[in-house]
Every structure is written in C-alpha cells, then in structure tokens.
C-alpha cells in the first residue's frame, strides 16, 4: 500500500453532468477526509468519515454533493448537476488516528465548462 | 476561517536553513499546531506537528513558543525541491465532538533558489 490512491486524476464534463470521484485510502488508515481546493487558496474541508460513519459536513457541501463510504474502506464524492464553480481540485485524505497527520492524495482536478 | 498568519512568500538559498514563522496567537490548551506543504499539483504532505514541546524528524524542526501563540518551521538545509507552499494549522474539535479537522489558510509561499 503505497498512499492514498485517487480516481480520476482530472476530469472535464460539461455543466449539468454528474461527476463521481474514488478515493482509496491507506488500508489500516479508518479516518477518511474529502478537500476541495481552488487556485491560490488552501484546501477547504468538506466532509469527514470514521469508518463508514459520516461525522462530519462542511456548509461546503451543499445538496447537489454527496459523499460514501459504504464498507469502510474506499469513498466516493458525487457532484449532481455540476456547475462552472465546481472546478476546483478534490483531494482526499486518510489518517490512523484522530491527532496523527494527514496523507492526501494526489487529487481529481475537476473541470467544469 | 484560518486560525493562524503567515507571512505570503518568503525565499531563502539552497543549502541555507529555511524558517518559517506562524502566529497562533488564540490557540487555545488543547490544539496542536500542525505544518503541511504542497508541492505545484500534488497533494498536501503532512511534515510535522506538536503540542507545546519542540519536535523534530527527519524532515523539518518545530519550534513553539512558550506562550504558544506562535511557532516556527526549521528547514535546516533547504534545497530546491522545499520549494512548496507551507502551511501552519491549529486544530480544533468540532461542534459534534471528538474529532480534529485542520483548517488550511493560504500558507507561505517559499522559494528556494540555488
């Protein structure tokens, strides 16, 4: 297991289209983080799972977002109806423990026209 | 929003150490200060963290104030390949409880040039 794994690496879809991302985490690894980053800025948090729990929901992630994790290993971030300003980069991060850093994968670079 | 300053940019030599300055000045007792950094279109790499002890691993020192209201990040030997964008992170609990989520500013841009 070399990382976190991401799936795929860019994506451009015409606006209104569904877009689906994977994430492959760390196998031992049960904390599961999704980001979103836009040019210049930082990564924005959007969603956090424990195993197959999802504990935690940024404002971010309005409803046309969705985030699994159904068997508590990979995840999957929906975007329904996509728009312009959904392009941005998504990154998915795992970690062991709640205080132990964070490793991100290399990131889905959406594009939205 | 970010709890933590840094300076935009910064630039140092290669072979000289690189320090990069964070205030932190609300942290409160229980929050650690943790650094990542980002290399043009890769992912965030997790670097160091701690609580209020200095640490230090194989790739970088943390040195945090006694106050804890701000800290730095030691690259003792910078070369070009530090160069990334740095980013110093407090870490909170959630409303929900338990669980630490970092809150990325925009972080220090470092240039190490030869």
Sequence with gaps: DTGVSQDPRHKITKRGQNVTFRCDPISEHNRLYWYRQTLG??????????????????????????????????????????????????????SLGVMDGYTFGSGTRLTVV | DAKTTQPPSMDCAEGRAANLPCNHS????????????????????????????????EMASLIITEDRKSSTL?????????????????????????????????????IVHP
């Excluded at chain 2, 950094?37 to 200095?54: A, D, E, T, V």
């Design chain 2, 74 to 110: 030691i690259l003792p030997h910078a070369t070009l390949r530090d160069t990334a964008v740095y980013y110093c992170i407090v870490s909170y609990p959630h409303a929900s409880g338990g669980s630490y989520i970092p809150t990325f500013g925009r972080g220090t841009s470092l």
């Design chain 1, 41 to 94: 800025q930082g990564p924005e948090f959007l969603t956090y799972f424990q195993n197959e729990a999802q504990l935690e929901k940024s404002r971010l992630l309005s409803d046309r977002f969705s985030a699994e994790r159904p068997k508590g290993s990979f995840s999957t971030l929906e975007i329904q109806r996509t728009e312009q300003g959904d392009s941005a980069m998504y990154l998915c991060a795992s």
């Design chain 2, 26 to 57: 609300t942290i409160s007792g229980n929050e650690y200060v943790y650094w990542y950094r980002q290399i043009h279109s890769q992912g965030p790499q997790y670097i160091i963290h701690g609580l209020k002890n200095n640490e230090t691993n």
